[in-house]
């Protein structure tokens, strides 16, 4: 879906795209990967769209699109105690990956 500047972007379509893309897939990978291509063409300006994954007391680069990023961002001494708390999202996009 490519935007011109000039129009508005429609979120509720992108909403049922992203949705999309996890009903064809089991797997979270190429999920997280489409999702970023589609917010990155959907978003015009977006310079960055991805995702970090949570691994042990850091934040690992996950799949994106755009300028190269910080590969790890360790957790401040203070986070850890509420890591689980991110866990937890309402988001209907957000999941919990056990690896």
Do not use: H
Not at 3 to 29: F, H, P, R, S
Not at 45 to 66: E, H, K
């Amino acid at each position: 879906m490519v935007q011109e500047k000039n129009l508005k972007t429609d979120y509720d379509l992108l909403v049922k795209q992203v949705k999309a893309l996890g009903e064809e897939e089991n797997y979270w990978l190429p999920v997280l990967a489409n999702t970023s291509a589609l917010l990155m063409n959907a978003l015009p300006d977006l310079n960055w769209a991805g995702f970090y994954l949570m691994n042990r007391d850091s934040l690992v680069l996950g799949p994106f699109q755009g300028n190269p990023a910080c590969i790890r961002i360790p957790f401040p001494d203070t986070l850890p105690a509420t890591a689980p708390a991110m866990r937890r999202s309402s988001s209907p996009f957000i999941r919990t990956v056990s690896w």
